[in-house]
């Protein structure tokens, strides 16, 4: 295997030594630091696998091949062209040729030789040459200090700045320049004898400052990196731009919380945010800060009330190093509300087709609606002005006139709409057949001599307002007294007790009049007057007996609460001690079984929930009803199936 190596090698340098030499590029090394020698100037292209390249010294011995065993472990697919180029400064090409320390003896000639897959093989001959380590660079500030550290400044805007470097060297190829960021800016000249001095001078420093990299380096060398000493200029800069972003959206809905962001741009070192409204410092809930480049972003959680509209909010950056500087950015704050029913219960209407019948809708809202719909049973929806309420701030009512027909039965909802949305809960309305009322329910709750007091509890009205009429009946049938009354409720005085006297009752609308019902009064026994001449004159002796009487059951009623209250406090610090005991109605405890919040249904109470019934958002400006279980009839009930009015167990 050795022999056959050696034979092709002798056949490459015989074949080589037969061609035409090419030109030889004479290139410098410093001793004793490492060189890289480029084949062609990096600029070589393998035009496929079979192709490689070579690297002899003085035409005889074998130095490096590429590709070689190493890079081709690397290689994922072998099949693929080989791109070797590489731009100068950037990386280095594997088909360069890595000298470590150089010394004498690694001078001489050598030659890379491309063996191409397709063309012909071309050399590249290079001379090298030794030369000794140019002094190290140093910088120093205007006033000659040494700048050790590896940065300059803070500077603030529009400060001068001059950087000094000096580089102690008396060859004459010595070069010594400066980079920014890279890019050459400034060569040296002689100052005196043996040194080599570049300076560079920088007025009015603007934001482009703000971590360059300036670099001083000192090169005698073609193939030997250049020594090299670098400073980074530090700044301390105020904000470009503080910045509320709401995306032109100021309208907050009371109570509502809402993420806002603040964006401080281009502030160094990074600033601290606080937040304002109007006078007031925010004491957030959620309140984070991040640093991103260029970018601070502060964001807060943000749920104003209705007294904190046509504020100020106002985030403001503090840079620690720029004390007299303000930066923030303001916004005024839209606060309001989207409409809320004044009402929690659904009212019936009573229709009758083709009888202009009217409803009105009356809402709390901030700001003021744009508009309300009213939608029917079978989907028609009806469109009507805004009127404020006199007298309230913040209360809005519409009203709908219409020709009832046959589909309009059933369920009429009413919302508003203002610039935070529609109402969520519509006002309810159930649109049932109207006409006469029904006939009140009547009850006769005392008597007096000669005086019997009537209460009546109205029935439905049939969708106009009724009034309850009493008409007093003596034993031959003639009226003896007529009075009406819109709650239902009667005093009749000079009422005899050896008169046979009846009492008609009924209620009336513009609609008509409800089916007639009689009361007997003969069959409610009045007082006696010498049974109230007794009793008044048996009171005279005994005020005194009921005072004292009195006084004693006050003491004892309070000794009995002073028990009660040690008691009570007793078994409720034993039940606090023990969480899982639940009292019983017997005074008795038993552990409460475990189960999920799911498990608790309101289909396993008897309580029924009226759907329509849902909690508003509270805003502690406005009033807001309470939300409440209604239990009963959710539509108007046909007559004596369900009770004329509802019972209301608040939540």
């Known amino acids: ?219 005698n060398a073609d193939v030997t990196d250049p020594l090299s000493a670098s400073v980074v200029v530090k700044m301390y800069l105020p904000p470009i731009k503080v910045e509320i972003r709401l995306n032109n959206n100021f309208d907050f809905e009371a109570g509502q919380p809402r993420v806002v962001d603040c964006v401080v741009v281009g502030c160094v070192p990074p600033p601290s945010i606080t937040w304002h409204l109007g006078d007031v410092l925010l004491r957030p809930t959620v309140h984070k800060e991040l640093h991103d480049g260029n970018y601070t972003v502060s964001s807060l959680t943000l749920a104003p009330s209705l007294r904190d509209s046509k504020h100020d909010l106002i985030c403001r950056a503090h840079n620690s190093h720029l004390p007299t500087g303000v930066f923030e950015d303001k916004v005024t704050l839209n606060v309001g509300y989207r409409p809320l029913c004044i009402s929690t219960r659904e009212e019936t209407i009573g229709a009758i087709e083709r009888e202009a019948e009217t409803a009105t809708c009356v809402v709390e809202a901030s700001p003021e609606p744009l508009q309300f719909s009213w939608t029917f049973a079978d989907s028609r929806t009806l469109y009507t002005s805004v009127k404020k309420v006199p007298g309230h701030h913040h209360r809005y009512s519409s009203t709908l006139t219409w020709l009832p027909r046959d589909s309009d039965v059933g369920l009429l909802l009413c919302r508003a709409t203002n610039s935070f949305g529609e109402q969520k809960r519509p006002c309810s309305y159930t649109i049932s057949a109207g006409g006469p009322p029904r006939a009140p329910d009547c009850v006769v709750l005392r008597s007096y001599p000669h005086a019997v007091r009537v209460q009546c509890q109205k029935g439905w009205d049939g969708g106009r307002p009724q009034t ?119 005074g008795t405890f038993h552990r409460e079984p475990d189960f999920t919040r799911e498990e608790r249904l309101l289909g396993t109470t008897n309580i029924t929930v009226n759907q329509l019934a849902s909690c508003q958002n509270q805003y502690s400006p406005s009033p807001v009803p309470s939300c409440r279980v209604l239990v009963g009839c959710a539509h108007p009930p046909p007559q004596d199936s369900c009770p004329a009015s509802q019972h209301s167990y608040f939540v």
């Open 1 to 219: 295997m050795f022999s056959s190596r050696l034979v092709f090698f002798c056949f490459v340098i015989i074949k080589g030594a037969c061609s035409s030499d090419p030109e030889v590029v004479v290139l410098r090394a410093v001793r004793g630091r490492d060189a890289r020698l480029p084949c062609g100037q990096g600029k070589v292209f393998l035009d496929g696998p079979d192709s490689y390249v070579l690297w002899l010294k003085n035409d005889r011995d074998f130095l490096y091949r590429f590709p070689n065993e190493e890079t081709e472990r690397r290689l994922l697919n072998h099949d693929r062209v080989y791109g070797t180029s590489c731009d100068s400064g950037a990386c280095y090409d594997d088909t360069s040729l890595l000298l470590k320390r150089v010394s004498e003896q690694d001078s001489g000639i050598y030659r890379c030789r491309v063996h191409y897959q397709a063309s012909p093989s071309l050399d590249f001959v290079i001379d090298i040459r030794l030369v000794d380590s140019p002094g190290r660079p140093q910088i120093y500030n205007e006033a000659g200090e040494e700048i050790k550290r590896g940065y300059v400044g803070p500077l603030s805007l529009g400060s001068d700045l001059t950087l000094i470097c000096e580089v102690d060297d008396e060859q004459p190829d010595t070069l010594v320049y400066w980079r920014r960021n890279g890019v050459v800016i400034e060569r040296a000249h002689t100052i005196r004898p043996g040194v080599l001095r570049a300076d560079v001078r920088l007025r009015n420093a603007t934001r482009d400052e703000l971590d360059a990299h300036y670099e001083c380096l000192a090169q």
């Open 468 to 586: 309850v009429y009493l008409e007093l009946l003596n034993a031959d049938g003639t009226v003896i007294q007529n009075v009406s009354n819109a709650a239902g409720h009667f005093q009749l005085p000079d009422i005899e007790d050896d008169r046979n006297l009846t009492a008609v009752i009924y209620a009336a609308s513009s609609r008509g009049r409800s089916e007639l019902k009689t009361l007997h009064l003969q069959t409610i026994t009045p007082l006696s007057a010498s049974a109230v001449k007794e009793y008044s004159q048996a009171g005279s002796w005994t005020h005194w007996l009921e005072g004292f009487a009195g006084i004693v059951a006050v003491a004892a009623a309070l000794s009995g609460m002073a028990v009660c209250v040690k008691i009570f406090k007793r078994k409720r610090d034993s039940v606090e001690h023990n969480p899982d005991l639940v009292p019983r109605s017997d």
